[in-house]
């Protein structure tokens, strides 16, 4: 059984278009994150939702927007897609925020031409 | 907020070598600290964690050492085999409301058969 899971894994696509990922987790977490890992491997914090509230909004340029349905999904949706936005972006869970192990996806690799 | 600095970035050991990687943290508040495996085309993956009240933990090969006075902790991998060949990752945190976790650049090892 997948813990969590994000889709799709690989996205290709065009400067200007508007794309989501999508990620579950079946562990009972309560905590969800995105993450983005850039091609260099530096794996920086986008966002943090925890019970559904956003508890964690680092730097992040307004083109992207997290949304948590429920406690056991967290997507994230992207606006006019740039270059600068491939990556490899990983989607985590944890017990709760803080000091509890994080559970990361497979993540889906984005790659904007 | 909290800056860690993880060192060396890339290191190649002999099988059966020992490989260790440092970490420096700076905020004295931080009492959480876990490493991560990240294989490739995988996410990253706990493989050991110590907290601010013990000095030392082990688990079989790998074992992570803190520092609390000098903010240093370090990985070490012994009997290093062909499938420790990962990016490994240190990460500091502390408990108590809405924290991230922030992970050091991450250190590429290659262990040569």
């Known amino acids: 059984d997948t813990a969590v899971s994000q889709t799709p894994k690989y996205l290709v696509t065009q400067m200007g278009n508007d794309k989501s990922i999508k990620c579950e987790q079946n562990?009972?977490?309560?905590?969800m994150y995105w993450y983005k890992q850039d091609s260099k491997k530096f794996l920086k914090i986008m966002f943090s939702y925890n019970n559904k509230e956003l508890i964690i909004n680092e730097t992040v340029p307004n083109r992207f927007s997290p949304k948590s349905p429920d406690k056991a999904h967290l997507n994230l949706h992207i606006n006019s897609l740039e270059l600068g936005d491939s990556a490899v972006y990983f989607c985590?869970?944890?017990?709760?925020?803080?000091?509890?192990?994080?559970?990361f996806g497979p993540g889906t690799r984005l790659t904007v031409t | 907020g909290e800056n860690v600095e993880q060192h060396p970035s890339t290191l190649s050991v002999q099988e059966g070598d020992s490989a260790v990687i440092k970490c420096t943290y700076s905020?004295?508040?931080?009492?959480?600290f876990p490493w991560y495996k990240q294989e490739l085309g995988k996410g990253p993956q706990l493989i050991i964690d110590i907290r601010s009240n013990v000095g030392e933990k082990k688990d079989q090969r790998i074992a992570v050492t803190l520092n609390k006075t000098a903010k240093h902790f370090s990985l070490h991998i012994t009997e290093t085999q062909p499938e420790d060949s990962a990016v490994y990752f240190c990460?500091?945190?502390?408990?108590?409301?809405?924290?991230?976790?922030?992970f050091g650049i991450g250190t590429k090892l290659q262990v040569i058969p």
């Open positions: 562990l009972g977490h309560d905590t």
């Open positions: 985590a869970s944890s017990q709760a925020n803080g000091d509890y192990e994080q559970y």
């Open positions: 905020d004295s508040a931080s009492n959480y």
């Open positions: 990460a500091a945190t502390f408990s108590g409301g809405y924290q991230k976790v922030t």
